[in-house]
């Protein structure tokens, strides 16, 4: 269902009044929610680069279980409440097949992680709904496992699905993942399915923030995502690939500048 032969026409996953799989959209916003204030802040910065969809983990897949877990149904709220108040739409990630069900009532996409890209009852759930999935590539995971993932959400239903390629992991050690450029134009030649690249999630740094997105948009990405935090170091998660606001500012001057935008 997901290959272009069955479906040679693009889908386009429509989100408010952003439709995805159109021209190029941008999603941003922190890697995890920490506080109202913080959603808040990198919210007036997306509303002033014309950007529609803030992202931000309340439920977090952290390595270390040490680490900031997130702030659950909590954080989902603090979203809901910001994108409210400032016309964005959410996109947040459910890491349970239960919360499936109630995460429409706080989000407007619905993240499945890298790390549960083959949790297959997660994606039956996904595929029960009608709301928008944006599905992250596993870790390990070939484009085919990718798009059999995403074959499990549209086969129950949903079509609605965005795919991110966010990089895999290779011996390389300068950079997080290995961003595979390359499943760029594989994956819109082999399916319809918009695709997206995460810029900070691949790299795991962001010196190369814009070369990569110029890069991901020239081997025709439907969109960039990217982790923007109003103080990156202090950041309760992936501190180290956050933009802070005046690198994402010149991020998105950059991409208007090269007319991607
Ligand atoms: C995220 O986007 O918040 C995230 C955890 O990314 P990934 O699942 O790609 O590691
Ligand atoms: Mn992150």
């Known amino acids: ?23 190029p959209i941008m999603i941003a916003g922190p890697c995890s929610v920490e506080s109202e204030e913080q959603v808040s802040i990198v919210a007036k910065s997306l509303v002033e680069q014309g950007v529609k969809l803030i992202r931000g983990g309340a439920f977090k897949p952290r390595t270390s279980p040490y680490d900031f877990q997130g702030l659950g149904i909590e954080g989902l709220k603090i979203l809901r409440k910001v994108a409210d108040n400032y016309g964005l739409k959410v996109v947040s990630e459910i890491v349970n097949p239960a919360d499936i069900e109630i995460a429409p009532e706080y989000v407007d996409v619905i993240q499945i992680g890298a790390r549960n890209m083959q949790n297959f009852e997660l994606l039956k759930a996904a595929g029960q709904v009608n ?27 949903n079509t609605q699905v965005i795919l991110v390629e966010r990089g895999i992991r290779t011996y390389e050690k300068w950079t997080r993942n ?29 010196d190369v923030a814009i070369p990569i997105a110029k890069a991901a948009l020239a081997a025709g990405a439907d969109g960039i995502m990217v982790e923007v935090h109003p103080d990156p170091p202090v950041a309760l998660s992936d501190a180290n690939q956050q933009l802070d606001l005046n690198e994402f500012n010149s991020l998105m001057t950059a991409l208007k500048k090269a007319n991607f935008f």
């Open 1 to 23: 269902l997901v290959s272009r032969d069955r479906h040679p026409e693009d889908t386009i996953v429509t989100v408010g009044d952003t439709e995805i799989g159109k021209k």
């Open 131 to 157: 709301t928008p999935i944006l599905l992250k590539r596993g870790l390990a995971a070939t484009i085919e496992e990718f798009l059999f993932a995403a074959e499990y959400i549209v086969s129950r239903g």
């Open 178 to 206: 290995t961003l595979d450029i390359l499943a760029v134009p594989i994956i819109k030649q082999e399916s319809h399915l918009p695709v997206i690249v995460d810029i900070s999630h691949s790299a795991g740094r962001k």
